[in-house]
């Protein structure tokens, strides 16, 4: 069973950053995408940020492009979300995300089989 475990979150002043984790215990863990999402209060839930299995390819949504780096250690099974100047809009709880498979960009959903619990990142004004 593959269940992604996120840590990291934390109340920020706006400007400032935090950096995400997620741990996922998975077979030939470096050759599945994984994500970023993000969801606010009343509102479904979106796509951040996605890299792929070799951690060659990345993706953001352009909301955060710039400001956010998702990178992978494959030799830790982890996935990290460095956020930098940081707006109140990025406010939300943040889940990680495993592919069902090998593929690339995965920017639905549905694409993901395996969730994180989640982590509540709120940022300031």
């Known amino acids: 069973q593959v269940q992604p475990v996120e840590s990291g979150g934390g109340l920020v002043q706006a400007g400032g950053s935090l950096r995400l984790s997620c741990a996922a215990s998975?077979?030939?863990?470096?050759?599945?995408?994984m994500a970023w999402f993000r969801q606010q209060p009343g509102k479904e839930r979106e796509f951040a940020a996605v890299?792929?299995?070799?951690?060659?390819?990345?993706h953001y949504t352009d909301s955060v492009q710039g400001r956010f780096t998702i990178s992978r250690d494959n030799a830790k099974n982890t996935v990290y979300l460095q956020m930098n100047s940081l707006k109140p809009e990025d406010t939300a709880v943040y889940y990680c995300?495993?592919?069902?498979?090998?593929?690339?960009?995965?920017?639905?959903?549905?694409?993901?089989?395996?969730w994180g619990q989640g982590t509540q990142v709120t940022v300031s004004s």
């Open positions: 890299i792929s299995g070799n951690g060659g390819s990345t």
């Open positions: 998975r077979r030939a863990f470096g050759i599945y995408t």
């Open positions: 995300a495993a592919a069902r498979s090998t593929g690339w960009p995965f920017l639905s959903p549905s694409e993901y089989a395996y």
